[in-house]
């Protein structure tokens, strides 16, 4: 299903942001997995995690630099998925992405390939 992102902006370091990624109007996240990437000017795309919106089971990438400081949730009666970020730093300015794919109940979201990609919302930790 296609998807868009919302809620980034300009915050401060040590902040907390929240993204959504909701589905199109008319469209529901059940049976997709959703994953989140991130992309700086001049570095490559960054898988971040991903969630099956079914069951909610998630998958956090272990190279990820924000691992350890973000979550990802789903709310299914909004058709949206959240990435939740904490403690935010300036490295992790970037343009943000979710994207889907079908999933299954009771697959895992790791290592799909993503058919849908939102347009990406711009994240910037300054002070």
């Known amino acids: 299903v296609q998807v868009v992102e919302s809620g980034g902006g300009l915050v401060q370091p040590g902040t907390s942001l929240t993204l959504s990624c909701t589905a199109a109007p008319g469209s529901t996240l059940n049976e997709q997995g959703i994953g989140w990437f991130r992309q700086a000017p001049g570095k490559e795309r960054e898988r971040l995690g991903c969630?099956?919106?079914?069951?909610?089971?998630?998958?956090?990438f272990p190279g990820s630099f924000l691992r350890g400081r973000f979550t990802i949730s789903r709310d299914n009666n909004k058709n949206t998925v959240y990435l939740q970020m904490n403690s935010l730093r300036p490295e992790d300015t970037a343009m943000y992405y979710c994207?889907?794919?079908?999933?299954?109940?009771?697959?895992?979201?790791?290592?799909?390939?993503?058919?849908?990609w939102g347009p990406g919302t711009q994240v910037t930790v300054s002070a």
């Open positions: 994207a889907s794919t079908f999933l299954r109940y009771g697959d895992t979201c790791r290592g799909r390939t993503y058919d849908y």
């Open positions: 969630i099956n919106a079914s069951s909610g089971s998630t998958y956090y």
